[in-house]
């Protein structure tokens, strides 16, 4: 079986089930039926997410596994949460250039955690 596409190929507009069939019994139901915000993500934002789950939500163990970098790593997870539709909040007192920075600083080891939170968190 092929999974189901969420855009439409010609438009890119979302797609909308109509007709579902059950193999086993023959069952046919016909109507109007949502895909899921799932279905709205790319075929690489998919595999990221599925990552991220077996990873546990564990960004290290994600960096392992697709051998990205931290700022990367969240880069690509902010990407996901707007991609669901969600919005995402900024990081307080800082810029993403500031924050990336700040994260390579640390992943060099030029900086200690505990400086690194207090810059994060623009003290």
């Known amino acids: 079986m092929h999974p189901v596409p969420g855009k439409c190929p010609v438009c890119g507009e979302d797609l909308t089930v109509t007709r579902l069939h059950c193999r086993s019994c023959d069952s046919v139901l016909e109507g109007q039926f949502g895909l ?8 690489e934002q998919l595999h990221f997410v599925e990552t991220f ?37 900024d990081e307080p007192g800082i810029s993403p250039d500031q924050r990336r920075r700040i994260l390579d600083d640390l992943a060099q080891g030029s900086i200690s955690s505990d400086e690194a939170v207090r810059l994060l968190q623009g003290e």
């Open 36 to 43: 899921g915000r799932f279905n709205q993500l790319s075929a």
């Open 53 to 89: 789950v077996r990873c546990e939500g564990k960004i290290n163990k994600v960096q392992e596994e697709l051998g990205m970098s931290y700022p990367t790593v969240r880069s690509r997870l902010l990407d996901v949460i707007r991609a669901l539709g969600y919005e995402v909040r």
